[in-house]
């Protein structure tokens, strides 16, 4: 049929030929065939995405999908247990799915800057983003929320080290708090006899040495690890069982339970590992509260 | 049971796993190429597309076709992508700009799988099942039909004949043909991976991956908000985008995502997946040049370097040093609680060992030891296993290197497999050698050179350099994997990535093409007392060490600038 063209255009269209058909085969038959198996029972429910209902039979979203569980301000609600922080959207959005992607040592916020009124420029670093999370809930559940690195007010403890003279050298001259901005009372009175100020717009801290303050918290804080870092989905639909254990009594007095109703229920949506070895043990948020809610009707 | 025994039970049922499809896969993939019948479907297929899958290619012809196949493949992609809004199942979403359109259209093309594009926001069904997801078959196809043209290059046995067209020998061939590129593609595809991933989609249904075509049902939640839950035929794409090594997630969080990789079994299937044909393959290739050991010997040291490596990057993701993992505790910032940080740094060694790049954890924010050793994996060139295919081509090449080097040391001419290394062999082994670092450095200088692709960076400092330098070693060697900080969505980004994946693609597929020709025309040397033996230990030692050397000497100074530094400081 293409006899009369040059061999490399026939070449080419032997190759488009070749996409064309595999596009039907593998591009529409083959997920179409999925879809199809997908139909069968047992397989129907979850290929159509774990939905589940309240106890009214209102669908409110999928087992498998975390959700927030805050009042309209943000503010978390106390009869709820709470979920990870998130970084997809404004918190568990479906439609923007994201990790935080800040590194280890993202040690240093920025400030937005009033002089210029078209954009914020502020953004907190990773480790005042942990150091806040942590003390609020610590204060929420009424634990100590201390880190390592963490100043009391729950921000990063960094300081800014200026010297005499270039190249770090000579004696300290200046020492500035980097992420506490003025007026504030630093956490730091002195370093290294020099007294410790607060962070004003116009300091370049990028000058100064980086000096991380360690502090005297537990090396194992009392507020989870989950509890303080983002997922990589921002969806992650689940908690460690130290984190749903944090939360039982708090949930138990906000809902007028008792502590050991409130464990049982923590422990029946608790998995453990799959197959004794596999990821870790972990409690499924959306269905514990759904549970709750399902009790509390039922008691009414 | 500590975290840390069950993350290590679960490297050995993986292994274990491996080690049992070893020996059934990789002979289940040495008869699909050496099978002289073709089944009912694929004559269908050649009869519809006019080809004759009985005539032989030499290495400039079965080249060609690697190269038009590629062309097509990326025009028809964009094509797709840009008149999105006129397709069905575009679920209201426009059209993809032109130059993310043809960074993404290279990145399947070339099994990278890069993603500038968030998938929920930016694809369609349509285009990612019609479009996105035939690349994912296709490309990994395109690898595995390279790595076993090279390998019939090694294997020829007989001294080249004038070949009879047309006749049954010429898929094997019996001159100095590499096999028919058109029939290595249908037959990969047909007979290994779209059988492999239909089970394996229905498992990751059965596991709570979603298979719809629903656009996005917005729910009242428990607290009265509104939260969308997404739809999409996402198991069907899911299964091939871990067996090709592929990566592109349906979603922008690619496998952290619960809607791809819903449990912690579905996690360690899906890094099963992306490891079995890579770690097949190998002995597919022994029984196709007729030794076993041969491929016994090339698994060996991919398995060494693959487990290396894991421990290396899993004891610096356990120990967590650094400010903001000391601070949480653990590493657990960018990670599933479900996986845990055992089995998510188990994803991301093998993730960027093969040429995979999906991830069920974010890299970024990895601790900057452990991020330095999935940089590392990259850079080791992805031979360990490496990508379908390319893994394969990637170590044989090293071998011819070793045996080189050996050869140089002992004084010997060189010879692999029974075939004298030449200058000509030597000289396309270290330009396939040479690519993927060019791209990788160069991108990354002139990159961090310019103030506007500088400030793309999430992290500033050390970090900051990582991320470019990550994304343009990923790119280079068709990972797809990120430091996913940086915003890379910008005309230069996607224009200069899209090249660094192109170019890492093909010219190394090129380059291995022909020294697998000039391969196939030789004539086989006997075996006598001199022969370096390339089945023992001591060869794979060797290879191990060459890989490891080669690109330490290449990479490190851009390393020391990077995730050293940053680990390093506290």
């Known amino acids: 049929m293409f006899a009369h063209l040059p061999g490399w255009v026939r070449g080419h269209l032997a190759a488009l030929r070749i996409l064309l058909v595999f596009t039907v085969v593998v591009g529409l038959a083959y997920p179409l065939f999925i879809l199809a198996i997908a139909q069968l029972p047992g397989l129907h429910d979850r290929a159509e995405g774990s939905l589940v209902a309240d106890a009214k039979g209102r669908t409110v979203g999928s087992s498998l999908i975390g959700q927030s569980f805050t009042d309209a301000h943000g503010d978390p609600i106390a009869g709820y247990f709470q979920s990870r922080p998130s970084a997809a959207g404004d918190g568990y959005d479906p439609t923007s799915t994201s990790a935080s992607n800040l590194g280890p040592e993202d040690v240093v916020d920025s400030f937005d800057d009033p002089a210029t009124k078209d954009s914020d420029e502020s953004r907190q670093s990773l480790l005042t983003q942990v150091c806040t999370r942590s003390h609020e809930i610590g204060v929420f559940d009424g634990v100590d929320g201390a880190r390592p690195y963490c100043t009391a007010s729950g921000v990063g403890a960094v300081l800014a080290v200026y010297h005499a003279k270039p190249g770090y050298q000579g004696p300290v001259a200046r020492v500035i708090s980097v992420n506490e901005q003025c007026p504030t009372r630093p956490f730091l009175t002195t370093y290294d006899g020099v007294k410790v100020s607060c962070r004003t717009l116009a300091d370049d801290v990028a000058a100064g040495r980086q000096v991380l303050v360690r502090g005297d918290a537990p090396a194992h804080p009392a507020v989870p690890a989950d509890a303080v870092t983002a997922s990589g989905s921002g969806l992650d639909p689940q908690i460690s069982a130290a984190y749903a254990d944090l939360q039982t009594a708090r949930v138990a007095r906000a809902r007028g339970l008792s502590v050991a109703r409130v464990r049982t229920l923590v422990k029946e949506h608790t998995s453990g590992r799959a197959l004794g070895f596999l990821g870790e043990p972990v409690v499924n948020v959306l269905n514990l509260n759904r549970a709750l809610d399902a009790l509390a009707s039922a008691r009414q | ?570």
Request: charged letters at 10%; glycine letters at 12%.
């Open chain 2, 1 to 570: 049971m500590s975290s840390n025994v069950a993350g290590v039970l679960a490297v050995a049922l993986l292994v274990a796993a491996i080690w049992v499809t070893y020996r059934p896969l990789g002979d289940y993939m040495h008869r699909t190429y050496t099978d002289q019948r073709h089944l009912r479907v694929e004559r269908w297929i050649y009869r519809a597309t006019g080809v004759n899958p009985d005539a032989g290619q030499r290495w400039p012809v079965y080249a060609r076709s690697v190269l038009a196949f590629s062309l097509v493949s990326v025009l028809l992609l964009y094509l797709l992508e840009r008149i999105q809004a006129h397709l069905p199942w575009n679920l209201g979403f426009s059209g993809v700009a032109p130059p993310l359109a043809w960074n993404t259209a290279v990145s399947f093309m070339t099994n990278t799988n890069w993603q500038a594009y968030s998938g929920e926001s930016t694809m369609g069904h349509l285009v990612q099942m019609a479009g996105l997801a035939v690349q994912n078959f296709l490309s990994a196809a395109v690898g595995i039909a390279v790595a076993i043209a090279v390998v019939r290059g090694l294997a020829r046995r007989r001294a080249p004949v004038a070949s009879g067209a047309g006749s049954r020998d010429d898929v094997m061939g019996t001159g100095d043909e590499l096999g028919n590129f058109w029939v290595d593609l249908t037959r990969t595809t047909i007979r290994i991976l779209l059988p492999i991933c239909a089970v394996a989609a229905i498992v990751l249904i059965a596991g709570g991956a979603i298979q719809n075509l629903h656009g996005n049902r917005v729910v009242d939640t428990l607290t009265g908000g509104h939260q969308a839950v997404t739809g999409g035929p996402v198991a069907s794409q899911e299964a091939i985008k871990e067996l090709g090594t592929n990566g592109g997630g349906f979603y922008n969080v690619n496998s952290a995502h619960p809607f791809e990789n819903p449990t912690s079994w579905t996690n360690l299937f899906e890094i099963y997946l992306l490891l079995a044909i890579p770690f097949s393959l190998p002995r597919a290739f022994g029984r196709m040049v007729g030794d076993r050991r041969q491929g016994l010997a090339i698994v060996s040291v991919m398995a060494v370097l693959a487990i290396a490596s894991f421990a290396v990057g899993a004891a610096f993701q356990a120990v967590h040093h650094g400010t903001v993992p000391t601070a949480v505790g653990a590493a657990t910032e960018g990670t599933e609680s479900r996986f845990g940080v055992p089995n998510s740094s188990l994803f991301a060694s093998a993730t960027t060992l093969t040429s995979t790049g999906a991830v069920n954890s974010f890299h970024d924010s990895y601790t900057s030891l452990g991020g330095a050793s999935l940089l590392f994996n990259m850079m080791l060139g992805e031979i360990a296993p490496g990508g379908t295919g390319s893994g394969l081509y990637g170590m044989l090449v090293l071998a011819v290197i070793t045996v080189f080097v050996a050869g140089l040391m002992i004084g010997r001419t060189p010879e692999y497999l029974g075939k004298r290394i030449g200058s000509r062999e030597i000289r396309f082994a270290a330009m396939y050698f040479l690519i993927t670092p060019i791209l990788a450095l160069l991108g990354t200088g002139v990159a961090v050179g310019l103030p506007g692709e500088r400030a793309s960076m999430l992290n500033s400092g050390a970090h900051g350099l990582s991320e470019v330098l990550y994304a343009f070693t990923s790119a280079a060697n068709n990972n797809g994997s990120a430091f996913a900080g940086i915003s890379v969505n910008t005309t230069w980004y996607n224009t200069a990535l899209g090249l660094a994946m192109l170019l890492g693609r093909l010219l190394p597929m090129v380059f291995v093409l022909a020294m697998a020709g000039s391969f196939a025309r030789q004539h086989p040397v006997p075996v006598t007392a001199g022969t370096l033996p390339t089945h023992r230990p001591q060869f794979a030692g060797m290879l191990g060490g060459i890989a490891v050397i080669l690109v330490a000497l290449t990479f490190f100074p851009a390393l020391a600038l990077g995730p050293l530094a940053e680990g390093i400081h506290a």
